[in-house]
């Protein structure tokens, strides 16, 4: 398994943009697909973005297509989640997931999280 650690929350206005980062150890993280999602209190935990191991594919939720773009460098064990156009309805924590040879969909198996970053969107 790997261990993820997310980065590049804040507090920030709308329309504002931020980059979320999510860090991940051990050397077969090019075997993962990755996923982003977010959380609000009382809510469950809701997909975001995904991609495939390999990047090729990308998939999204209809609240932030055209808005959030996911993506990853494997040299890095990074992966990130470009947020542009940010609304109040955007704020949460946001985790990031790992699923070993997955989808990238939001149906994936993801089996590895990380601690979370809160995004703060003000209006």
């Known amino acids: 398994q790997v261990q993820l650690i997310e980065s590049g929350g804040g507090s920030v206005q709308a329309g504002d943009s931020l980059r979320l980062s999510c860090a991940a150890s051990g050397r077969t993280f090019s075997s993962y697909a990755m996923g982003w999602f977010r959380q609000t209190t009382g809510k469950n935990r809701a997909f975001v973005a995904g991609i495939t191991w390999s990047g090729s594919s990308t998939y999204y939720a209809d609240s932030v297509k055209g808005r959030f773009t996911i993506f990853r460098d494997n040299a890095k064990n990074t992966v990130y989640l470009q947020m542009n156009s940010l609304k109040p309805e955007d704020t949460a924590v946001y985790y990031c997931?790992?699923?070993?040879w997955g989808s990238g969909t939001s149906k994936g198996g993801y089996d590895c999280w990380g601690q979370g970053t809160q995004v703060t969107v003000s209006s």
């Open positions: 997931a790992a699923d070993r």
